[in-house]
């Protein structure tokens, strides 16, 4: 599989206060990847300096071969990175449907309307109905369905578990399977240990801004206790 995204020696600040100190890792195309870790870890900051959203960062971020250090939140999304924080942003006076059509298209690849709502039948059911009424499930789904509309082809995923009850992770785990065989290339963060070890291919463990480990899906079983140690869990 050919590499999509490179990220050397990522460096990156609050202000005076740094907080990133030298992340390394990459992605191919197709490919699951968790970033794991505790609360405080730095795993949402690392999503968000890929992004651009950090003013202030150093190192290297590549994608597809070119260089982002330097690009602005905007021209980064233009690329085909879409970036889904925790708190999904859906706007609450807005109906599923103006949600779902708000953001630019990207590429011309973008996934079909029709497509994303068979994707999602829950949103097709409730395709009308506004931002509030929505459950957090809802929420998730059509924060994700809202990303493939724009064509982007690497995802950065936020927590997407965070709060929802276990028959909605499995929802969620199922989608994410989909996307993955649809080739989507797709970038998590999570402290779901048994989240992270039905999707990731691999798994990056983050301590205190830094990577300090990295498991295979093929040696998760063996190394599980470390990688509940490393969580506190």
């Known amino acids: 599989m050919a590499e999509i995204l490179k990220v050397e020696n990522l460096d990156a600040w609050y202000g005076e206060s740094k907080v990133l100190h030298g992340v390394s890792f990459s992605l191919s195309e197709g490919e699951v990847v968790t970033l794991l870790g505790r609360n405080g870890?730095?795993?949402?900051?690392?999503?968000?300096?890929?992004?651009?959203?950090?003013?202030?960062?150093?190192?290297?971020?590549?994608?597809?071969?070119e260089q982002l250090i330097d690009a602005q939140p905007f021209?980064?999304?233009?690329?085909?990175?879409?970036?889904c924080p925790e708190e999904r942003g859906i706007f609450a006076s807005l109906s599923v449907r103006e949600n779902l059509m708000l953001p630019p298209k990207v590429s011309a690849n973008s996934m079909a309307v029709e497509d994303i709502l068979t994707l999602f039948p829950n949103l097709r059911e409730r395709i009308d109905s506004p931002g509030?009424?929505?459950?957090?499930?809802e929420q998730q789904m059509l924060a994700l369905a809202r990303i493939l509309r724009t064509g982007a082809r690497?995802?950065?995923?936020?927590?997407?578990?965070?709060?929802?009850?276990?028959?909605?992770?499995?929802?969620i785990e199922a989608t994410i399977v989909?996307?993955?065989?649809?080739?989507?290339?797709?970038?998590?963060?999570?402290?779901?240990?048994?989240?992270?070890?039905a999707l990731a291919d691999r798994n990056y463990i983050v301590e205190t801004g830094s990577i300090v480990d990295e498991v295979a899906a093929s040696d998760f079983d063996r190394r599980l206790s470390s990688i509940q140690s490393y969580l506190g869990l």
């Not at 021209?75 to 970036?83: H, L």
């Not at 690497?154 to 929802?171: F, Y």
Request: hydrophobic share 40%.
């Open 178 to 197: 989909k996307l993955k065989e649809l080739g989507f290339t797709i970038l998590l963060v999570e402290q779901n240990v048994g989240f992270a070890q």
């Open 154 to 171: 690497v995802l950065m995923l936020d927590e997407p578990t965070e709060g929802l009850a276990p028959i909605i992770i499995k929802q």
């Open 75 to 83: 021209e980064i999304a233009r690329k085909g990175i879409a970036y």
């Open 41 to 65: 870890a730095g795993k949402s900051t690392t999503l968000k300096s890929i992004m651009g959203l950090l003013s202030t960062r150093k190192g290297s971020v590549l994608y597809c071969g």
């Open 132 to 137: 509030t009424k929505l459950s957090g499930g």
